[in-house]
């Protein structure tokens, strides 16, 4: 073949070669030159950081005519042959269509064999998650007693997957992401071997865009490079990626902030215009999202990895919200994320997600004109019932007193002398009493809760947004907040320390917090329909308002 791709070419064939993975680098190093070879290693991360070209190496340093040794020479035949697949002593399985119980076997009866020439037979199975139960019972006995001339090498993008009593019989490497500066090196000196000039700007997209992987990396600048020759600009990135710049991002989350629905989709009709790619949009978009909320968390500019024209903008759009606005435009988004890479029609998919994303702003206007509907509208009417009632009694009062008068054998002279004096105080002090009335012990005024939840999402922004759906019951030195996710009662208690110590600087005493499972209705009362099928109910529009609002359907009335 004339040409070999980059991700095959640029290959490493010694531990040296290897880019990002300097832990298990040394390790092996420290035990070829130690003699402590183990039996079985296995090999885990995702794809393309360098499970296999890591086993693969190993093997060169254990069967190597100058090894074991630490760097294989990559001269002899041996290495030679490991390097072509070609080797007899060191198979290379891919566990995907090596799967059955009987080609197990078959493993098993070859590895009591000496190795034909080689100083150990060595079986490197590629994805190994994909063997059966069965073949994994099969290899159990060998892995843990396997002869002294056989080694196994397993590689695998799903660790999870592996039996526990195998991982308990092999030594654990787990592959780390590379970091999107050693990428970009190793971007850049690829390119100065093949004679390619590329812009520090371009390697970097296309360093992120292949989220940690060199071989998708490889893939990626092998094809810019196709398109654009031997010079690599950032424009002929953004052209064959269908990258999504930083700017049109943040105009689409501004849109989503402002609710502007046909913004949202004057913006996404520009994007296909382009010919951009809108499941990568929306993973891109995700991104951004992320960023915002980074920034808007106390990250510092090291964590965002951005270049300083994008940190500029992205202050710019995360000042336009609060915290918790963000965490709620991130969770609507994020609710979309797998409908988008699953459907096939993804423009519509993306621009659904948008356009509920969007709706955001009418739930929050919704929300604080229900919030005021409670400390403005309810508030003056129990006062108003309170100051009827005190006005009621205290004209029973007089009325009583002014007959006791009457009947009385002082006189009128001291009935006219008390009853100047008496009612005047008792008008003054009873109404402020009864206008603010006493909380008791069961009851506290829905201010207090609000301060403390206030508070607490001052220290502690996520616990405070959880908490501000909340049911507040206080009693005493007690406060219990009925929740309904147990993960944000999991996250209340484990700040419990923060919200006593907060609630009891308001109070003035101390208190205690607990976090519990809102209760739920017993069966044969008015929201009993909730266990019936009921489109009302299952409307997505509603079932937002019931989220964020935590409204419930009690009756449906069908006209």
């Known amino acids: 073949m004339s040409y070999q791709a980059l991700a095959r070419k640029y290959r490493p064939q010694t531990f040296h070669d290897i880019v990002g993975q300097e832990t298990a680098v040394r390790t092996l190093h420290n035990a070829i030159e130690q003699n402590r070879i183990h039996h079985a290693y296995l090999f885990s991360g995702v794809r393309g950081i360098g499970k296999t070209t890591t086993a693969r190496i190993l093997a060169k340093a254990l069967n190597c005519v100058q090894g074991p040794t630490t760097e294989p020479d990559n001269t002899c035949s041996i290495c030679r042959e490991i390097t072509e697949g070609i080797d007899m002593d060191v198979r290379e399985i891919d566990a995907a269509t090596y799967t059955g119980v009987d080609n197990v076997r078959e493993l098993r009866d070859v590895s009591q064999f000496q190795p034909a020439r080689d100083r150990y037979r060595i079986f490197i199975i590629d994805e190994a998650h994909m063997l059966s139960t069965a073949s994994w019972n099969a290899l159990l006995k060998l892995i843990e007693e396997p002869p002294p001339h056989v080694v196994f090498m397993f590689a695998t993008t799903e660790m999870h997957k592996v039996p526990p009593t195998i991982l308990s019989r092999v030594q654990k490497f787990v592959l780390r992401k590379i970091t999107l500066d050693d990428l970009i090196g190793r971007l850049e000196e690829i390119c100065r071997q093949e004679g390619i000039t590329a812009d520090r700007a371009a390697l970097e997209i296309v360093a992120r865009r292949g989220e940690g992987s060199v071989r998708d990396s490889l893939s990626l600048l092998d ?3 196709a398109f654009s020759g031997r010079t690599v600009t950032a424009a002929d990135v953004a052209t064959i990626l269908g990258l999504s710049e930083t700017i049109f991002f943040a105009r689409v989350i501004t849109l989503v902030g402002e609710g502007d629905h046909t913004g949202v989709l004057e913006a996404l009709q520009e994007a296909s215009d382009s010919g951009r790619d809108f499941k990568m949009l929306y993973r891109d978009l995700l991104n951004f999202v992320r960023n915002l909320l980074l920034l808007a968390g106390g990250a510092g500019d090291a964590m965002l990895a951005v270049s300083p024209e994008d940190l500029v903008t992205l202050r710019n759009v995360a000042e336009q919200f609060s915290y918790t606005d963000l965490l709620r435009i991130a969770n609507l988004l ?11 029609h993804q423009r519509l998919a993306v621009e659904i997600a948008l356009l509920k994303a969007a709706t955001f702003p009418r739930l ?12 403005a509208t309810k508030s003056p009417k129990a006062s108003s019932r309170r100051v009827d009632e005190s006005s009621r009694s205290e004209s029973g009062l007089l009325g009583a007193e002014s007959r006791v008068s ?7 002279a001291a009935a006219r002398s008390q009853a100047p004096t008496q009612p005047t105080p ?8 009864q206008a603010t009335p006493p909380p008791t012990a069961n009851r506290q005024p829905p201010t207090d809760s609000q301060d403390l939840i206030a508070q607490i999402q001052k220290k502690k922004p996520m616990v405070g947004t959880y908490l501000s759906g909340a049911t507040v019951k206080k009693s005493g030195n007690r406060i219990v907040f009925e929740l309904s996710d147990p993960f944000a009662i999991d996250s209340v208690t484990d700040a419990r320390g923060v919200i006593e110590e907060i609630a009891s600087q308001l109070y003035g005493e ?3 917090i607990e976090a519990k499972m809102q209760e739920t209705e017993a069966p044969g009362t008015a929201r009993r329909a909730d266990d019936k099928p009921s489109t009302l109910r299952d409307d997505p529009v509603l079932s937002s308002f019931r989220k964020h609002l935590g409204g419930e359907v009690v009756k449906e009335n069908k006209r």
Not at 364 to 375: D, F, I, M, P
């Open 510 to 512: 101390r208190m205690t």
């Open 406 to 412: 009457s009947k009385s054998s002082e006189g009128p």
């Open 426 to 433: 008792r008008t003054e002090s009873a109404i402020p009493q």
């Open 334 to 344: 994020l609710r979309d994320d797998e409908t988008v890479n699953r459907a096939e």
């Open 364 to 375: 929050k206007s919704v929300e604080s004109v229900l919030a005021g509907e409670r400390t």
């Open 223 to 225: 094809q810019i490079i």
